[in-house]
């Protein structure tokens, strides 16, 4: 008995599959090596078999020579006329000395029949065998011309969808490369007015296009005796925090980033009251907001609180104003997207 041979290949796919040796051996013998989805599927029938974890046996093959048959017949044919020729001396014998002569000469030329005979037939056979041999060799020659036109056009086939990829990707790349610059160039447009506006506003001249928002008055609750927060005033805010603390840019970034998130969270769920309360002595918005000049002043601007002896910011549900917090966001977005706002102001 010997272990049954199994495709090597899917044998070490099933190991690196977490399957043991033994197991994926079993599989690819009994699901006939046909392929990996039919011995995961005989794995998972048989998974609870006993002999799961058992190699499985099959007879050795034993190879049984034959005997050189050529051989048995010419010492057949051999023995056939050894025998014919005792009896023909037995014959010659019995007839006399007479007919000795004759039948030796008879036998001779029968003998030399027969050699010519095989000799004729061994030259048929080997003409036969070289016809043969010729046309097995015009087959070959015609199939590997046909292999090698059919890999010619596969090869110009590949060609083609490779220079079509290539074409493809260039355009693409042109596209792409046009649309960044173009990006660019509005990003520098847009820099450029940034920075035209800052300069106005630090010369004192009026904006060429300034659009107050329209102020929004809840039913809820109206303050017609208030003042209404523009974003001019919470620009102003903002060119102030950063002026105070020009000589620590990374501060003031981080500072404007918190500023970012308290606004957005407030505008995204108006009615969570945790992001309506900020405790003045929380550690991280206290060395990150409060201690820097301007930046619980914006927050007020955005319609926070400031109760006696509290300790908090309160932000009251009916004082939401999403219109104001939407350009509260908008103002710190933009101070943090133009490198120069607030420096070329006095």
Same mark, same amino acid.
């Given at each position: 008995?010997?272990?049954?041979?199994?495709?090597?290949?899917?044998?070490?796919?099933?190991e690196l599959m977490g399957f043991p040796a033994i197991?994926?051996?079993?599989?690819?013998?009994?699901?006939?090596?046909?392929?990996?989805?039919?011995?995961?599927?005989?794995?998972?029938?048989?998974?609870?078999?006993?002999?799961?974890?058992?190699?499985?046996?099959?007879?050795?093959?034993?190879?049984?020579?034959?005997?050189?048959?050529?051989?048995?017949?010419?010492?057949?044919?051999?023995?056939?006329?050894?025998?014919?020729?005792?009896?023909?001396?037995?014959?010659?014998?019995?007839?006399?000395?007479?007919?000795?002569?004759?039948?030796?000469?008879?036998?001779?030329?029968?003998?030399?029949?027969?050699?010519?005979?095989?000799?004729? $037939?061994?030259?048929?056979?080997?003409?036969?065998?070289?016809?043969?041999?010729?046309?097995?060799?015009?087959?070959?020659?015609?199939?590997?011309?046909?292999?090698?036109?059919?890999?010619?056009?596969?090869?110009?086939?590949?060609?083609?969808?490779?220079?079509?990829?290539?074409?493809?990707?260039?355009?693409?790349?042109?596209?792409?490369?046009?649309?960044?610059?173009?990006?660019?160039?509005?990003?520098?447009?847009?820099? $450029?007015?940034?920075?035209?506006?800052?300069?106005?506003?630090?010369?004192?001249?009026?904006?060429?296009?300034?659009?107050?928002?329209?102020?929004? #008055?809840?039913?809820?609750?109206?303050?017609?005796?208030?003042?209404?927060?523009?974003?001019?005033?919470?620009?102003?805010?903002?060119?102030?925090?950063?002026?105070?603390?020009?000589?620590?840019?990374?501060?003031?970034?981080?500072?404007?980033?918190?500023?970012?998130? $308290? #606004?957005?969270?407030?505008?995204?769920?108006?009615?969570?009251?945790?992001?309506?309360? $900020?405790?003045?002595?929380?550690?991280?918005?206290?060395?990150?907001?409060?201690?820097?000049?301007?930046?619980?002043?914006?927050?007020?601007?955005?319609?926070?609180?400031?109760?006696?002896?509290?300790?908090?910011?309160?932000?009251?549900?009916?004082?939401?104003?999403? #219109?104001?917090?939407?350009?509260?966001?908008?103002?710190?977005?933009?101070?943090?997207?133009?490198?120069?706002?607030?420096?070329?102001?006095?």
């Amino acid at each position: 008995m010997a272990v049954p041979q199994v495709d090597k290949k899917m044998l070490g796919e099933l190991e690196l599959m977490g399957f043991p040796a033994i197991r994926s051996i079993r599989a690819l013998h009994y699901s006939g090596n046909s392929n990996l989805e039919s011995a995961i599927n005989w794995l998972l029938e048989h998974e609870n078999d006993p002999d799961i974890d058992q190699l499985p046996l099959v007879p050795r093959e034993i190879n049984i020579e034959c005997g050189d048959t050529s051989n048995e017949v010419r010492n057949s044919d051999q023995g056939m006329r050894t025998h014919a020729q005792e009896r023909k001396q037995e014959d010659q014998t019995a007839a006399g000395s007479q007919k000795e002569t004759s039948l030796v000469e008879r036998e001779l030329k029968a003998d030399e029949q027969g050699e010519e005979d095989r000799k004729r $037939i061994l030259a048929l056979y080997k003409s036969k065998r070289d016809d043969e041999e010729i046309a097995r060799g015009r087959a070959r020659n015609q199939v590997q011309e046909r292999e090698r036109i059919q890999a010619a056009k596969d090869l110009m086939e590949a060609k083609r969808a490779l220079e079509e990829n290539q074409r493809k990707r260039m355009m693409e790349s042109r596209k792409a490369d046009r649309e960044e610059e173009k990006r660019a160039r509005e990003r520098i447009r847009q820099r $450029i007015d940034a920075d035209k506006a800052e300069r106005r506003r630090g010369l004192g001249l009026p904006q060429e296009t300034t659009v107050a928002p329209t102020p929004i #008055v809840t039913p809820e609750k109206v303050k017609p005796t208030e003042p209404v927060v523009t974003s001019e005033q919470l620009r102003d805010c903002l060119r102030t925090l950063k002026r105070n603390h020009k000589d620590d840019s990374g501060r003031v970034k981080r500072a404007f980033q918190i500023l970012l998130k $308290i #606004v957005g969270n407030i505008a995204k769920n108006p009615e969570e009251e945790k992001f309506r309360r $900020i405790r003045l002595s929380n550690p991280v918005f206290k060395d990150k907001v409060g201690n820097l000049q301007g930046g619980v002043e914006f927050l007020e601007l955005c319609g926070f609180q400031k109760p006696r002896n509290n300790g908090y910011l309160l932000m009251p549900r009916g004082d939401v104003d999403m #219109v104001l917090l939407n350009a509260a966001g908008a103002e710190i977005a933009s101070a943090m997207e133009n490198p120069y706002f607030g420096l070329l102001s006095k």
